[in-house]
């Protein structure tokens, strides 16, 4: 039976997730050449506290505090993992990785994938080509240099505004993103990837708790109450199908 809940406030090293300070409310107005959907986005922008603080810390989204959250809340990120990112721009999460994951001489690796070009990231290496590349399960075992002990996929196809085709389309990156991380996880390894409010369908929650130890439905405090999104966090990888 997999668990809903929500995202933990503390992180590693005591560093919150939770944005800090309080910020006055910004309003906009139309403009000529804005629609008023662009205005409404703009204005949810400079009034989210996540965006403010991704900026303040650095990070080059506010989707850095989704990884932190489900990282406080189930601790797959450790000094030493080796990480596999999916579908990696902006680099929010790979910066998030790097920084709890530690890589270094000791042990550790982060490795990002994404078809969009993102800027290098200190201690990540970034491979620039599409996932689905038949040559990319390949590159990316031999960028990361042996097994990985976390795979990690905030993949999503752009909205159709369909909610059955933007489901079946997040599910079937969720599907190749398993189908992967089931060949190269280490046992005892870890499972994020992103699907939609309703959970995972019956085919894959069923492959999910054949391969792992514990299955969860999680939304973070950092998705919008608006957003259909959660993710699935499977943990305790068997080592087999």
Sequence with gaps: MSKRGRGAKGGEGGSSSLPTGRRASVRVKTARGRTVSQTRWLQRQLNDP???EAKKRGYRSRAAFKLLQLDDAVRFLK?????????????????????????GPRGGAVVGIDLTA????PGATILEMDFYDDAAPDALKAALGGPADAVLSDMAAPATGDPQIDHLRIMAL??????FAA???APGGAFVAKVLRGG???AL????K????????????????DSAEMYVVATGFRGGR
Excluded: C, M, N
């Design 79 to 103: 000094p030493g993992t080796r990480v596999i990112d999916l579908g990696a721009a902006p680099g929010g999460w790979t910066q998030v990785a790097v920084e709890r994951a530690k890589p």
């Design 205 to 208: 929650l069923d492959r999910l």
């Design 50 to 52: 996540y965006v403010a």
């Design 174 to 179: 969720a599907e190749a993103a398993h189908d």
């Design 118 to 121: 993102i800027p290098p990231i």
């Design 183 to 185: 060949d190269v996880l």
């Design 210 to 225: 054949r391969d792992f130890a514990k299955v969860r439905h999680i939304k973070p405090e950092a998705s919008r109450a």
């Design 200 to 202: 995972t369908e019956r």
